[in-house]
Structures are given as structure tokens and as C-alpha cells.
């Protein structure tokens, strides 16, 4: 069967590099176009990028030559641009029949637009009928609020959930290349990422909540940029409006696993999840770890964690490419 072909914006930088290295690997998709900055038009893409993947750049995306974003013919389009240039191109793209899939920040809260994690609120794809357009646009979480929702959706079949407190460890790859200077970040950690609390408290409430209105839940959010390369870690505490056993809460994560295989992956040892130790370079699950319960007994802790550029960038938004075409009835 041949390939559906897919164009990627944003395409130089990691996020981009990222979707462009899995897409590869892909029986369904093909990546045919490629589109980024004005200064790099024109150039073969593998002369323009800094390839920062572990991966090696295939001969042949490497020779795909970079185009305009209002270029691109590809009817499915994963957008990796900064949020102020996807709040012009990616609804004009749209407007052309083209289906956006963004990590873009842009439109995650335009009450239209799914903010999407299929194992966790693919009703929400519903909203697709409210966009006006012929094409249309679906968006992925923040990074961290993707394994944040790893920890929250099984728990929230236990109970009512009333506050999530939340302390984020991110790494340097999630501030892009050439990120944060080493002078500021090594050996050190930064209690502070530009809009990023903000961020998972909306999103966190939009993608628990129905698709007519946010869940009511209270959180606090602590983010810190951290010295590691890849693996943002989310630690987590939520209370419930009732006592909560901790058996409860393991036989939902299980649960959980067992209907979205490859979602989760619960550890049992006490000091897992590692960025260093469990992730790997194309590592599309949320690891969930340090299950457990001090004293207030409505109240559980765990550790969510994940490869940031994966399942919180590009795996979400290719994974959001193949929800999305399920629901419009074009699975493969």
C-alpha cells in the first residue's frame, strides 16, 4: 500500500528532526515535504539542519528541498513551529484542506481544537465539527503535562480527584537547540520556565474535562529546568474527595495498561523511572514509578516520566495523525 505522504514544518529544529527520525521508521506515512525559516529556503534540507538526532539523517529526506510553510501540498502537515508563526500559518493551511497536526502552544486552549491524547480523552475529537474550515487543526499537550496526564487518567477512575499538587524536572532538550546556556544549566537547576505552569494547569483541566468544559480540579505547579538531556520527570501528588487505598490506585494503573497497551509502563523498583536508565530514542510510552502513600490517606504520590521530544512532542503528534484519521474513518 503505498504511503500516505506527510509535510513537516518547523522541520530543523529537535521536535521536527524527531518526527522526520520515527516517521521513517513508519509503514503508513512518508515524509515529502519539509518546510522551516525564510533564511533556509530553497536549501537541501540536509545541508540546512544541525541533524542533533540519534538517528542518522536518511540520503533521501536529506535531499528534500525546503519550502515556504504556505507551500506545502501534503494534505496531512505536522506543525513544529514556534507558537507566534503557527497562529498564522496553521489556521491558513487549514483554510486549504489541510489536516495540522501541531505541537504548537497556539491553539491547545481555542475551545474548537482538540487538545488530544487518544488514550486519555479521544472523545474529545468531537470538536473537529465545530472548525469552520474544509482542513482542520488538532494539537498535543505540553510536553509535561502529556506524562502528567499518564499519572492523573487511571487515577481518576478511582475517585474524584480535588488537587494535584505537581514539581516538573525538565530537560534541556525541551528548550530547543541551542536551549539554555551551559553556564546557567550545568550543575545547577533553574526554578523557572517561561509560561510553562500556566500551561499544565490549563491544559491538564481541558483534557480531563468533557469536551463542552474543563474538569474542576485545583493544581500547583513547580517547573524546574534540570541538567539532563532528554526525560522530563513529573512528580506528582493527587488528593481525592474520599480515602484512597493504594491497592486501589495499582489495580488502575493496571488496568489502564491493559487497555492501552504501550501507553504506560509501571515500575516497581524504588528508584525508577530514569531518564538515564528507562528511555530510549524513539520511546513512545509515559513510565509511571514511586507509587505510594504517607499519611494523609486521601492523598496518593507517584513519578511520571518521559522522553520529552517523544510521546511529549513528536510521537504525540504523530500518534495524533493516526487518532484522528480513525475518527474521520480512514484507518489503514
Known sequence: ????????LGATGPVGQKV???????????????????????KPYGQAVKWKNEFPLSARVGSLTLKSPYEVKSRLVISALPADQALEIEPALATKGHLLFSNASAFRMNEKVPLLIPEVNSSHLELLARQ????????????STVFLMGALAPLARVAKIENVSVVTLQALSGAGYPGVSSFDLMGNVIPHIGGEEAKIREEAKKILGSAAAPA??????????????????VATHVRFSREV??????EAIHTYQEKFPGFLEFHTAE???????????????????RLKQDDDSCTIGLIAMGHNLV???????????EATLSFLGESQ
Open 132 to 143: 469552520e474550515t474544509s482542513g482542520k487543526i488538532v494539537t498535543n499537550p505540553n510536553c
Open 216 to 233: 474542576d480540579f485545583k493544581l500547583t505547579v513547580h517547573v524546574h529546568r534540570v541538567p539532563v538531556l532528554h526525560g522530563h520527570t
Open 271 to 289: 528508584d525508577r523511572p530514569q531518564p538515564a536508565r528507562d528511555l530510549h530514542p524513539h520511546d513512545n510510552r509515559v513510565h509511571l514509578g
Open 20 to 42: 522526520i527520525s520515527m516517521l521513517e521508521l513508519s509503514d503508513r506515512f512518508s515524509v515529502e515535504e519539509v518546510a522551516a525559516s525564510d533564511q533556509n529556503l530553497g
Open 1 to 8: 500500500m503505498q504511503k500516505q505522504s506527510v509535510a513537516v
Open 311 to 321: 510521546r511529549g512532542a513528536a510521537g504525540a503528534a504523530i500518534g495524533n495523525m
Open 245 to 250: 487505598r493504594l491497592e486501589e490506585a495499582k
